[in-house]
T-cell receptor, first 117, second 111 residues
Framework: NAGVMQNPRHLVRRRGQEARLRCSPVKGHSHVYWYRQLPEEGLKFMVY????????ESGMPKERFSAEFPKEGPSILRIQQVVRGDSAAYFC???????????????FGDGTRLSIL | KQEVTQIPAALSVPEGENLVLNCSFTDSAIYNLQWFRQDPGKGLTSLLLIQSSQREQTSGRLNASLDKSSGRSTLYIAASQPGDSATYLC??????????FGSGTQLTVLP
């Protein structure tokens, strides 16, 4: 009965490096969402994926950020050429069905705290 | 664009008090509303989910209400305990299927 698993819990990168954040959804969940919590700000939606498809990436910066949810394996949020402003907590959530099924909650992981030196 | 507001931003109460946290949203076309709890440095724990067709949900000492037409929800916590100290987040799920979060209410229950 594992919940949403995110790793690493903490990630330190230098400016210009790449950051890869992993998310394994609840077993049986095929919908994954990524959110970002900047220091002193609320959580903001970034991207919504189903297996092998990006459904909505309206909250994700157009450059340097990408996300995938392959048929096998975890969902990956990738940040290229990181900058100081990318420092934040990145949370992944999963649900059994999409949010339009009104009784389906999103279950959250403990997040990855990314620090850019 | 959906906007979610939570009032108050911070609340400090003595142990044993009943309290109410407020959440308002601008677009009433929602599928559901979730209340979460977030402890410092931790993830989000889902407390209650209210479907758009429902008026309230209860779990233990927690009761959440939803008035979709006025764009409001309240979270009622009965007989508060120091272990209830955390940040409480309200989030609405709309047609885009993403959650839009409020900024949270930071609750401190004093022993």
């Amino acid at each position: 009965n594992a919940g949403v698993m995110q790793n690493p819990r903490h990630l330190v990168r230098r400016r210009g490096q790449e950051a890869r954040l992993r998310c394994s959804p609840v077993k049986g969940h095929s919908h994954v969402y990524w959110y970002r919590q900047l220091p002193e700000e609320g959580l903001k939606f970034m991207v919504y994926l189903q297996k092998e498809n990006i459904i909505d990436e309206s909250g994700m910066p157009k450059e340097r950020f990408s996300a995938e949810f392959p048929k096998e394996g975890p969902s990956i949020l990738r940040i290229q050429q990181v900058v100081r402003g990318d420092s934040a907590a990145y949370f992944c959530a999963s649900s059994f069905r999409g949010g339009e099924n009104s009784n389906q909650p999103q279950h959250f992981g403990d997040g990855t705290r990314l620090s850019i030196l | 664009k959906q906007e979610v507001t939570q009032i108050p931003a911070a609340l400090s109460v003595p142990e044993g008090e009943n309290l109410v946290l407020n959440c308002s949203f601008t677009d009433s076309a929602i599928y559901n509303l979730q209340w979460f709890r977030q402890d410092p440095g931790k993830g989000l724990t889902s407390l209650l989910l209210i479907q758009s067709s429902q008026r309230e949900q209860t779990s233990g000492r927690l009761n959440a209400s939803l008035d979709k037409s006025s764009g409001r929800s309240t979270l009622y916590i009965a007989a508060s305990q120091p272990g209830d100290s955390a940040t409480y987040l309200c989030a609405v799920c709309g047609s885009a299927r993403q959650l839009t979060f409020g900024s949270g209410t930071q609750l401190t229950v004093l022993p």
